[in-house]
C-alpha cells in the first residue's frame, strides 16, 4: 500500500513553512514512519497540521473553494498564514510500493483576479526508470490550469521522449484538481492511482454521541469520520467477515474488563441498536450506557480491522476518554496495523498524553512548538541525542517528555 515519506506545508495558518519526513533530493533524512505521531504544547500547531491533510483530501473531494469555506476553516484568507502574500502550498512524496521509484505531489492554491480560491500549480513528478539522480520529471505540469500531461504507465522513461506522449491541457475550471478529472482516465494509471490513494484518506472526528444514536438498519462496511454508522459497520462485520470480528471481541475483551460479546438488535421501526454483553449482567447494555471510552477503544479496533482499510487514518488525540493503562495498548495495536503486511494503513496521530508516547519510537515521534513570531517549527525526536541514549538504557519517552527532555530546540 501507498507510504507517504514526506510531507510539506506552507503558508497555512500557522504552519509557514513546516516538512515532516524527507522530500525528493534529500537523502539524509529518514523516510516517515508507518505510525507517526506528532507531540506538542496547546495551540502548537498540531490540529493545523492535522487539518492541512484533511484540506487536501476536501480540496479533492469538493474543490479548493468549497474546501477553503468549510465551517472550520473560514475562507483562503483565514487559511493562509498572516502576513504572506504567495499562495498555500503543499507537497506530497509518496511511494506506491516499498520498491517503486517515488512520486511527488505539488499544490499550490492562491487568489485569483475576483480574489476566490483557484489551483494555481499543480505538478506530479517521477523519476525515469533506472535514474537515481537529478530532478524527477514531471509528467503532470500545470500553471492555472493549462499544461501538459504525459499519458500511459511507461511515458517519460527514456531521455529524448518527451514529446511522444505529451498531450495539451486546458481545464474549464480552475477550482477542481486536475487529478480529479484526469485520474478519472484510462490513459493515466499513475495520476488515477494517487488520486485513488489521496480519495481514500480518513480522518477521524470520531464522537461517541453520534456513535450512540439510533441508526437506519442495514450493513455498511466502513466506518464514517464521525463513527455515527458504528452499528452499520458491525452489522456488516457479523455478517460479512465473522472470523474477522471474533478477532475484535477477543480484543475487546482482552482490553476492557467484562465486555463478553458484542452484536446488534434491529427494532420494530428498522433503527439498529449496538448491544454490549457485561458477564455480570444478564441483561445487555446499549451504546447509549456505554462509556465514552469503551465506543473509542471498540471504533479504533473496528477501523483496523476493516477488509480494506484506508490507506491513511489521521486521528487526533485519542487519548481522550480513555483510561490512561489503555493508551500503550493502543499505539501497539496502531503499529501493529501499520506494520503487518499487506493491505495495512499509515497511521498518523497528534497527542498530548505521555503514556501513549510511552510505546513510541524516537523515530515515530516529532515535535511542534509555536516561536515568539507565532508561527510552528518541528523537530524529529530521533535527532535529539540525549533522548535516543536515554530510551536506549531503558527510559520511557513520555516520561522523557513529561521531563521536558523532548522540548524542540
Known amino acids: 500500500m501507498a507510504h507517504i515519506e514526506g510531507f510539506r506545508v506552507r503558508n497555512y495558518r500557522s504552519l509557514r513553512d513546516v516538512t515532516i519526513g524527507r522530500l525528493y533530493g534529500d537523502r539524509d533524512t529518514p ?12 495551540g502548537s500547531g498540531k490540529s493545523t497540521l492535522l487539518d492541512a491533510f484533511g484540506f487536501l483530501s476536501d480540496c479533492l473531494i469538493m474543490g479548493v473553494e468549497a474546501a477553503c469555506d468549510q465551517k472550520q476553516r473560514g475562507g483562503f484568507e483565514r487559511l493562509r498564514s ?35 480560491p483557484f489551483v494555481s500549480e499543480e505538478i506530479l513528478r517521477q523519476r525515469r526508470r533506472n535514474q537515481s539522480r537529478g530532478r524527477p520529471f514531471p509528467f503532470l505540469n500545470l500553471q492555472n490550469g493549462n499544461g501538459e500531461v504525459w499519458a500511459g504507465e511507461d511515458a517519460l522513461q527514456a531521455t529524448g ?20 478529472t484526469l485520474g478519472t482516465l484510462r490513459d493515466h494509471p499513475r495520476i488515477s492511482r494517487f488520486r485513488d490513494f489521496l480519495k481514500g484518506w480518513y480522518l477521524s472526528y470520531f464522537q461517541p454521541d453520534a456513535a450512540r444514536g ?38 475487546i475483551a482482552s482490553r476492557i ?46 477501523l483496523l480491522e476493516d477488509p480494506e482499510p484506508p490507506p491513511f487514518i489521521c486521528i487526533e488525540e485519542p487519548e481522550n476518554g480513555l483510561y490512561h493503562k489503555l493508551l ?21 496521530v497528534t497527542t498530548h498524553q505521555p503514556y501513549f508516547v ?16 507565532g508561527f510552528s517549527t518541528v523537530q524529529h525526536v530521533v535527532k535529539l541525542e540525549i533522548v535516543k541514549n536515554l530510551v536506549a538504557e531503558g527510559l520511557p519517552l513520555g516520561g522523557l517528555w513529561y521531563s521536558d527532555y523532548l522540548d524542540a530546540r
Open 31 to 42: 523516510g516517515l514512519t508507518r505510525l507517526i505521531a506528532v507531540i506538542g504544547k496547546n
Open 82 to 116: 498572516k502576513g504572506m502574500t504567495g499562495p498555500i502550498h503543499f507537497d506530497i512524496y509518496y511511494r506506491e510500493e516499498p520498491n517503486d521509484r517515488p512520486i511527488t505531489y505539488e499544490l499550490s492554491i492562491d487568489l485569483d483576479e475576483l480574489r476566490r
Open 161 to 180: 521522449e518527451e514529446s511522444r506522449f505529451k498531450i495539451a491541457v486546458n481545464l474549464t475550471d480552475t477550482r477542481q484538481l486536475g487529478i480529479a
Open 214 to 251: 439510533l441508526p437506519s438498519a442495514g450493513p455498511q462496511p466502513h466506518l464514517n469520520i464521525h463513527g455515527d454508522n458504528l452499528s452499520n459497520v458491525v452489522q456488516f462485520m457479523e455478517r460479512e467477515h465473522k472470523d474477522r470480528f471474533a478477532v475484535i471481541l477477543k480484543r
Open 257 to 302: 474488563p467484562g465486555v463478553r460479546k458484542i452484536d446488534t438488535h434491529v427494532t420494530e421501526d428498522r433503527r439498529v441498536l449496538l448491544r454490549f454483553n457485561d458477564g455480570g449482567f444478564e441483561d445487555p447494555f446499549y451504546a447509549q450506557q456505554m462509556s465514552d471510552g469503551t465506543l473509542k477503544v471498540f471504533a479504533y479496533l473496528l
Open 328 to 348: 500503550e495498548t493502543l499505539a501497539t495495536e496502531f503499529r501493529e496495523h501499520a506494520t503487518k503486511k499487506g493491505s495495512a494503513s499509515q497511521i498518523f
Open 358 to 373: 510511552d510505546a513510541l519510537d524516537p523515530s515515530e515521534v516529532w515535535i511542534l512548538e509555536k516561536g515568539k513570531d
